[in-house]
Nanobody
Framework: VQLQASGGGLVQAGGSLRLSCVVS????????TGWFRQAPGKEREFVAG????????YYADSVKGRFTVSKVSAKNTVYLQMNSLKPEDTAVYFC?????????????????WGQGTQVTVSS
């Protein structure tokens, strides 16, 4: 399984970005993909997640109402639409996949990780 994240960049506060995560090698819908982020000097934290079967979505409180996670199964792609961005959203964003339909907020529950994409929000 391989994950390729893209779509990061530099944006002003209040702006939007859409991240993409292409997942290759997934052989079952009994899986979940999570988006995480890590700012300098901080631990990796859960942002949002989605089940491949059913499409149930989950969010960290800090992004609820601003971020939306979605997927297009035919493209094996998961998206993270980020609106109303704040400087505190600045981080490297990673997508990850785990087998099983539960979306966990703990990073160590995920087996496969993408390489990360930098998101910088200027004030």
């Amino acid at each position: 399984v391989q994950l390729q994240a893209s779509g990061g960049g530099l944006v002003q506060a209040g702006g939007s970005l859409r991240l993409s995560c292409v997942v290759s090698g997934r052989t079952t819908n009994d899986a979940a993909t999570g988006w995480f982020r890590q700012a300098p000097g901080k631990e990796r934290e859960f942002v949002a997640g989605i089940r491949w079967s059913g499409g149930n979505t989950y969010y960290a409180d800090s992004v609820k109402g601003r971020f939306t996670v979605s997927k297009v199964s035919a493209k094996n792609t998961v998206y993270l639409q980020m609106n109303s961005l704040k400087p505190e959203d600045t981080a490297v964003y990673f997508c990850a996949l785990r087998w099983g339909s539960t979306v966990h907020s703990a990073a160590d529950m995920y087996t496969y990780w993408g390489q990360g994409t930098q998101v910088t929000v200027s004030s």
